[in-house]
């Protein structure tokens, strides 16, 4: 399932995020991060249902947390003084602050020609 927000898609089954037409490595923990935003369709998600979520409720600093939405702000091509995109509710929890679009996969098509498959045989030593 592909989401596309500003100018990037993740594609959630692949775990891959793309940004203006080029991958973008990111961590397992900020992919499960951006994966949670877009989940919730630019509802303020708070920090404990993050900590459930990506940390899946292990205890984690205040800083591992800002850590990730920052390393996160910085993959989508956001910054914390701008937050284009990745908006901090203070005290509360973060949220897309763009629109966010399912992107339907075209189902596959096959060809309708047969093809013929060609055998070369090579002698063996």
Do not use: N
Not at 90 to 98: E, F, K, T, W
């Amino acid at each position: 399932m592909d989401q596309v927000f500003a100018d990037c898609m993740l594609d959630i089954d692949s775990r891959i995020l793309w940004r203006g037409g080029t991958e973008v490595h990111v961590e397992p923990q900020v992919f499960d991060l951006l994966a949670c935003l877009v989940r919730a369709q630019g509802r303020l998600v708070s920090y404990d249902d993050l900590i459930a979520e990506v940390w899946r409720g292990r205890i984690v600093s205040d800083a591992a947390i800002a850590s990730r939405i920052s390393a996160a702000r910085s993959a989508v091509g956001d910054d914390g003084r701008r937050q284009a995109v990745i908006r901090t509710i203070s005290r509360h929890g973060i949220q897309l602050a763009v629109e966010i679009r399912r992107l339907e996969k075209d189902p596959p098509t096959y060809a309708t020609t047969p093809h013929r498959q060609i055998i070369r045989y090579w002698p063996a030593p």
